[in-house]
C-alpha cells in the first residue's frame, strides 16, 4: 500500500502548502503530548504516594489487642488480655494461605526516654524483638554483619542489628561497629550488624534510630513472658489478608475468650486495604488522564479532518483530472487517508518525543532538587507509547475517513467542471 | 472503433428536465480524424464526456473498441478510460506541483507500469511532442502551448485507442493553435483514432470530418479536405 511512489504523492501533497500542513499537525501533536504528560504525571504521583508506605509487603496486616467492649463467658467488659506466643502456632496451623506470621514486641518509641547507653554516649531508640522473617515483610538494606537468625532466636543469644541512625549517635566516625557491646536498658547487647531501610522516603529518620534483637531474647531480657505485642501477618500472593482476617479474628476471640461480636478487642491495620483503596485511586486518575488526553486529542484529529476536507475541497478539480486518467476511486481514497494517517502519525511522534523530553527535563530536576513530597518518577511505560500509537493510528484513519469518501462523492465530469 | 446508436441524455434540476441529447447516431472507424461542431447548448460536450465515460447516457448503446460500454462502477469506468482513452482539455488540466515528466507519467502509474519504465516512457512521449528539455520544469514554468503540448504527451502515455480533446486550442492564441493541432495531425497519421470538440471553424477543417450538433441532434456529418495546420505554422 506504501509503495514509493505513494509516498513520493504524499509528500509532494503535504508540501504543497507547508505552513497549513504544520499547523494542522500541531493539534495532534500538543493532544498527544497532553495524552502522555497527564499519564507521566498520574504516574509521578503513584510513585510519590506508594512510597510512602514503604517497601513493607503490601499483603499484610498489623494485629494488637484493645479492651473488650463486651461481657462474655462470665469475664467483665473492659478486660485487657495479651497474645501469646502459642497464639502464633495456632495461626500458622489453623489459618492456611498465612506466608509469615511475626510476633513481635517493642520497647522505646515515639518520644521515648534514652534507653540505650555505649561508654559516655546515650540515645532513645525503638528496640524490637522480632523473628527473622521480619525482613521479607519489611525489606532492610543490611550494610555489615547480618540480620538475626533462628539460631539467635533458639540459643536466645543476646545480639542485635543497629539503625544507620543509632550507628551516628553512638559511635564515632570510622569506628568498627561489628562485635561491639551496646548497653538496653541495662543489658549487654552485641552488636552483629547493621542496616538501613531499603526505601526511606518520609519516615527515614525513625526507621533508621531502630534495634532489632531476636524475639526471644527480647521476651526473656526484657520480662515479657510469653506475651507478644503484636503480630504482622503477611497472606500468600494470590490470596488477600483481607479475605483471610475475619477467620485469624475468630481464631484469637475463641482462644481469649472475647465474645464473637466483640468489634473493639482486636485492634488491626490491613496495608492491603489501604494499599487496595491507594491503588484504586490510580486507576481511577490513569482513567482521566486517558479521557482528558484523548478528548484534547479529538480536537487535533477534527482539525485533521477539517483540514482534508478543505484540501479535499480545493482539489477537487485535480480529483477529477486523476480519475479522467484512470484513477480508481479507491487509490483516491487511499491516497487522502494516507495523507491523514502520514499527518496524524507524524505530528503524532512528534508529540511523544516531545513529552518524553519534558519528562526527562522533569526527572531531572527532580533528581537534582532531592526527593518532593508525594511525587516521584513520572513515567511511561512502552506500553502506554505503544497505546498512544494506536489511537493515532485509528484517529488518524477516522481523521481521513470523511474527506476520503467525500472526495470520490462527486462524478468526474462535475469535478472536472469546477473552475 | 466507437458505434454509437440512439444515445439519449437529459439533466434533472429540481423540477426542471433538460433533454441534451435526443438520438445520436454515429460511427468512427479506427484512425479517423473528427471534429464535433455545434454551438454552446448543442450537447458537443456532454457526447464527448459519455464517450469518456466521464458521465453515462440514459439511453442508447455505446460500443468503444468492441466493448459494450454500459452498466459501468466507477472502478471499471477508471480500467476502461485508463486503457481505452487520452484525454485532452481547454485548460491543460495538468496537476500544478508536478513536473511536466510526473504529468506524463500519471496515467502509466494507474496502470500499474514500474517506476522506471514509466519514466522512459513518459520522457519518450515528452521527446514526441518536443518538449524533452522542459521535462523537470512544473506546469507554471511553461507557456500555454507547451501545457497543451504536456497535456496532449500525457494522454498517448498509456497509448489508447481513441483521443478525447475537449477544445484543445480554446485558451490558445492562433498561432499556437495551429501549433498544437500540427502535433494531432501528426499524431493521427500515426493511426491514432481523434474527437476533437470545437467551435472554431478553422480547427475544425484540419480534422478530415465534421460532425455538426445542434439542439441535441447531428444535423450534418460530412468528410472534409483536411487543411495541414503545418501550411499556417
Known amino acids: 500500500m506504501f509503495s514509493r511512489d505513494r509516498w513520493d504523492e504524499i509528500l509532494e501533497a503535504l508540501n504543497a502548502n507547508k505552513f497549513r500542513t504544520l499547523l494542522t499537525a500541531f493539534g495532534v501533536f500538543w493532544g498527544i503530548a497532553i495524552l502522555v504528560l497527564l499519564l507521566a504525571l498520574t504516574n509521578g504521583l503513584k510513585n510519590g504516594v506508594t512510597a510512602d508506605f514503604g517497601d513493607f509487603a503490601t499483603n499484610s496486616m498489623f494485629m494488637w489487642t484493645q479492651g473488650t467492649s463486651k461481657p462474655y463467658k462470665g469475664l467483665p467488659k473492659g478486660r485487657y488480655f495479651n497474645y501469646k506466643v502459642d497464639d502464633v502456632a495456632a495461626i500458622k496451623s489453623q489459618i492456611p494461605n498465612l506466608k509469615y506470621i511475626s510476633p513481635r514486641n517493642q520497647l522505646g518509641g515515639y518520644n521515648g526516654a534514652n534507653n540505650v547507653v555505649r561508654g559516655t554516649k546515650t540515645g532513645a531508640f525503638e528496640i524490637y524483638g522480632d523473628y527473622p522473617e521480619y525482613i521479607k515483610q519489611q525489606p532492610l538494606d543490611i550494610l555489615q554483619g547480618r540480620f538475626i537468625s533462628y539460631s539467635d532466636i533458639d540459643a536466645k543469644r543476646k545480639v542485635c542489628v543497629v539503625g544507620t541512625g ?142 482534508m476536507l478543505i484540501v479535499v475541497k480545493e482539489r477537487t478539480k485535480e480529483i477529477g483530472v486523476r480519475r479522467a486518467l484512470g484513477a480508481s476511486p479507491w487509490s483516491i481514497k487511499s491516497q487522502i487517508l494516507q495523507e491523514s494517517l502520514v499527518l496524524t502519525i507524524l505530528s503524532g511522534m512528534v508529540g511523544i518525543s516531545f513529552a518524553a523530553l519534558v519528562i526527562w527535563i522533569m526527572n531531572t530536576i527532580l533528581d537534582s532538587v532531592g526527593p518532593v513530597q508525594n511525587f516521584a518518577n513520572p513515567s511511561v511505560s512502552i506500553q502506554v507509547v505503544f497505546t498512544a500509537l494506536i489511537i493515532l493510528v485509528v484517529s488518524g484513519l477516522l481523521a481521513g475517513l470523511i474527506p476520503a469518501n467525500s472526495a470520490t462523492k462527486m462524478k468526474p465530469v462535475d469535478a472536472l467542471r469546477i473552475e | 472503433m466507437i458505434q454509437i446508436k440512439d444515445l439519449h441524455k437529459s439533466y434533472h434540476m429540481g423540477t426542471n428536465s433538460l433533454h441534451v441529447l435526443k438520438g445520436i447516431n454515429f460511427n468512427v472507424k479506427e484512425g479517423e480524424l473528427v471534429s464535433i461542431m455545434g454551438s454552446s447548448g448543442s450537447g458537443k460536450s456532454t457526447l464527448l464526456n459519455i464517450l469518456g465515460m466521464l458521465d453515462e447516457a440514459d439511453s442508447g448503446k455505446y460500443i468503444l473498441d468492441n466493448v459494450p460500454i454500459k452498466n459501468l462502477n466507477e472502478k471499471i469506468a477508471a480500467k476502461y478510460r485508463n486503457d481505452f482513452l487520452g484525454f485532452i482539455f481547454q485548460s491543460f488540466n495538468l496537476i500544478n506541483y508536478k513536473s511536466a515528466l510526473d504529468n506524463v507519467s500519471m496515467p502509466l502509474y494507474y496502470k500499474g507500469v ?97 460532425v455538426n450538433l445542434k439542439d441535441g441532434l447531428i444535423i450534418d456529418d460530412s468528410p472534409v479536405q483536411q487543411v495541414r495546420a503545418s501550411l499556417h505554422v
Do not use: C
Not at chain 1, 258 to 278: K, T
Not at chain 2, 122 to 134: D, F, I, R, S, T
Not at chain 2, 169 to 189: C, F, P, R
Open chain 1, 166 to 307: 543509632v550507628v551516628k549517635s553512638l559511635y564515632d566516625k570510622d569506628e568498627d561497629i561489628l562485635g561491639t557491646y551496646i548497653k538496653i536498658n541495662g543489658v549487654n547487647v552485641l552488636v552483629v550488624g547493621t542496616f538501613k531501610m531499603s526505601n526511606s522516603q518520609g519516615d527515614g529518620e525513625q526507621d533508621a534510630n531502630t534495634i532489632y534483637m531476636p524475639f526471644t531474647t527480647f521476651s526473656q531480657a526484657f520480662n515479657r513472658g510469653e506475651n507478644v505485642g503484636w503480630m504482622a501477618i503477611t497472606a500468600v500472593d494470590d490470596v488477600s489478608i483481607t479475605s483471610l482476617k475475619p477467620q485469624i479474628f475468630e481464631l484469637m476471640k475463641s482462644r481469649h475468650k472475647v465474645h464473637p461480636e466483640d468489634d473493639r478487642a482486636i485492634g488491626h491495620f490491613d496495608l492491603s486495604e489501604q494499599f487496595e483503596r491507594v491503588s484504586g485511586l490510580f486507576s481511577i486518575l490513569t482513567f482521566v488522564g486517558y479521557f482528558v488526553g484523548a478528548l484534547v486529542l479529538m480536537s487535533g484529529i477534527i482539525g485533521i479532518s477539517n483540514i
Open chain 2, 114 to 210: 514500474k517506476r522506471k519504465e514509466r519514466t522512459e516512457k513518459a520522457m519518450h512521449y515528452l521527446e514526441k511532442v518536443g518538449l524533452a528539455q522542459w521535462s523537470h520544469h512544473l506546469p507554471s514554468e511553461l507557456s500555454g502551448g507547451q501545457k497543451q503540448r504536456v497535456a496532449i504527451a500525457r494522454a498517448l502515455a498509456s497509448d489508447p485507442k481513441v483521443l478525447l480533446a475537449d477544445e484543445p486550442t480554446g485558451a490558445l492564441d492562433t498561432k499556437t493553435s495551429y501549433e498544437v493541432m500540427e502535433l494531432i495531425q501528426g499524431i493521427n497519421d500515426e493511426g491514432k483514432t481523434i474527437l476533437v470538440v470545437t467551435h472554431e471553424d478553422d480547427i475544425a477543417h484540419m480534422t478530415k470530418r465534421i
